[in-house]
């Protein structure tokens, strides 16, 4: 059974910084990439950045310069940094792992963290 666990979400002021962190229940490395998702009320999830098995990294547009996206194998946790942290970022933040088979793929997902960026 995967089990992805985040952590870290909270209130913070426009401009200001957060990180969230995600635990895999088991190896990180098994996974073919993982991810940081997100959903604002009323409007589809959608990806924040993504770093693959191989370590590259991917970013939304609207986080590019300002998110970062790490990985630590040891300690099987996923982490995301987010700085310049505006009021649109506000969200529900989903942790993401993917793995491949047979040219399926097959996604797992935390439970969700709330990011609330206001004044």
């Known amino acids: 059974q995967v089990q992805l666990v985040e952590s870290g979400g909270g209130l913070v002021q426009p401009g200001g910084s957060l990180t969230v962190s995600c635990e895999a229940s088991?190896?990180?490395?098994?996974?073919?990439?993982m991810g940081w998702y997100r959903q604002a009320p009323g409007k589809q999830r959608e990806l924040v950045a993504g770093?693959?098995?191989?370590?590259?990294?991917n970013y939304a547009d609207s986080v590019k310069g300002r998110f970062t996206i790490s990985r630590d194998n040891a300690k099987n946790t996923v982490t995301l940094q987010m700085n310049s942290l505006k009021p649109e970022d506000t969200a529900v933040y989903y942790c993401n792992a993917y793995r491949f088979s047979y040219r399926r793929r097959y996604d797992y997902w935390g439970q969700g963290t709330q990011v609330t960026v206001s004044s």
């Open positions: 088991g190896s990180i490395s098994s996974y073919d990439g």
């Open positions: 770093i693959t098995d191989g370590a590259s990294t």
